[in-house]
């Protein structure tokens, strides 16, 4: 009886520790909901408190832009009149001294004569023929001409009335306010040393001509974004990324036919764990750009083709490995492309055993032997893709991979709008490759991510 109380206790222990777990779990998920929530309450109070900062500065700017443009173009109206004013009264001020002299010498004139009819008999003879004298010398029949009103300025001012109207009109469509941008980012792949970023729209009214993406360091105040592509794709690989190091990526877009870009997308958080792809350092032949994911052929020999190989196993399969040909020198059929289970082997190209390649003609070699396939010559420009994923032939357990056995993988390789698929078989279980290239002849200059 004892051991049967014991058993239903241990149940009810049992029980009630799973509720408990349950309910802790519960909470942990309620709590994570409230979390939520508060974020997004966050976001539309701060977005909304920052679209209300920007419609008052923009329209504060305006206001005193068209303040401005007003005030200057009253000043340059106010002138005009000035001028004109200046230019007509100057004739009339002139004509207007004419006359005042002509009526100060006619003044003259009459104190004279009246002077003369008053004198005596002696003097009156002279005193009147000084003033007829006088008289014949003035002209007194000559008048000044004097313009008649309609001959002289009306200085008006006149408006155009619609202006108030157009105004109107373009303010009342002037600016807008949305809930939600355009576009979104959908995805952040992390890539060696880089991040492909896709993005979508998520309003289908919504034509968009042009994408724009920017990104910048997280939680670095000083930094700003830059812009990382602009086009009508909607993904795009963002390179020499540092890893373990979050960065933030926005998006917006373009309509058909405008000039002005769409909101911002609301930033997301990316960052990359794998190491960036680097060739090696030290081999004869070539020089290294700073980051080492630039490699050029600079001192060509007839004799020897020498092999560059990538600073370590740094392609993983299920990743898309690219080369970029970025110059171009004279092909060679020697010439190669490609990826390799080991990088110490003396061959002096990739067209050897345990690699895969391409030459520069196009031509594409598995474990040494050409295959009857044969892709685009490589020339400037030429974006060389390779994918592989792992197929066992025969099955091996987790428990006995470090022993061995037949394996093979599946490599896709791709250039211009073609590619060949084809297995390749290795001895052992591998999933991490060093990728190399080899040319003949100098000029060549490859980019690889």
């Known amino acids: 009886m004892r051991r049967l109380m014991s058993v239903e206790v241990d149940v009810l222990l049992q029980e009630a520790k799973e509720s408990i777990e349950a309910a802790q779990n519960y909470r942990s998920e309620l709590q994570q909901r409230l979390h939520g929530l508060n974020q997004a309450r966050k976001q539309i109070r701060g977005s909304s408190g920052q679209a209300r900062e920007t419609l008052r500065k923009h329209f504060a700017e305006l206001q005193a832009a068209a ?4 005030a200057e173009r009253l000043a340059n109206l106010l002138t005009e009149v000035d001028t004109i004013e200046a230019d007509s009264i100057k004739p009339l001020d002139d004509c207007q001294s004419l006359i005042e002299h002509g009526v100060g010498q006619a003044d003259e004139l009459l104190r004279e004569g009246e002077a003369a009819l008053r004198c005596g008999l002696g003097e009156k003879e ?25 001959d002289v300025p009306c200085v008006s001012a006149q408006f155009d009335d619609s202006l108030l109207s157009l105004l109107r009109d373009r303010v009342a469509r002037h600016g807008a306010v949305s809930s939600h941008p355009p576009v979104q980012i959908e995805e952040l792949q992390e890539r060696p040393g880089s991040i492909l970023v896709r993005w979508c729209k998520v309003d289908e009214d919504f034509a968009a001509a042009d994408y724009r993406l920017q990104y910048r360091r997280s939680g670095s105040g000083g930094s700003q974004y830059e812009d990382a592509y602009i086009g009508r794709e909607s993904e795009f690989l963002v390179l020499h990324l540092d890893p373990h190091t979050d960065y933030l990526f926005r998006v917006c877009a373009r309509g058909e036919g405008r000039t002005e870009w769409s909101p911002w997308s609301i930033p997301q958080t990316g960052y990359t764990t794998l190491a960036p792809h680097e060739w090696r350092s030290g081999t004869e032949g070539y020089i290294l750009s700073s980051r080492k994911n630039i490699a050029l052929r600079n001192d060509s020999s007839q004799s020897r083709c020498p092999v560059l ?14 080369f970029k040909i970025s110059a171009a020198g004279q092909m060679d059929r020697r010439d190669s492309l490609g990826v390799c289970i080991d990088s110490e082997s003396e061959e002096e190209s990739l067209q050897r055993d345990q690699a895969v390649c391409i030459s520069t003609n196009g031509a594409v070699f598995v474990n040494g032997k050409e295959m009857t396939n044969q892709l685009p010559a490589v020339t400037v420009g030429s974006a060389v893709t390779f994918d592989m994923e792992v197929v066992s032939l025969f099955p091996i357990s987790n428990n006995n991979t470090s022993e061995g056995g037949n394996f093979k993988l599946r490599v896709t390789i791709g250039s211009g709008n073609r590619e060949v698929v084809f297995d390749w078989l290795v001895d052992q279980p591998v999933d991490c490759l060093f990728f190399g290239c080899s040319f003949v002849h100098s000029g060549w200059k490859v980019l690889v991510f």
Do not use: N, W
Not at 67 to 70: A, D, F, M, N, Y
Not at 129 to 150: N, R
Not at 315 to 322: D, S
């Open 67 to 70: 303040t401005r443009l007003l």
């Open 126 to 150: 002279d005193k009147l023929g000084s003033f007829t004298k006088k008289a014949m010398h003035i002209q007194l029949d000559s008048l000044p001409e004097v313009p008649a009103l309609v």
């Open 309 to 322: 190989y990538s600073k370590a196993p740094t392609y993983f399969c299920g990743q898309t490995l690219t």
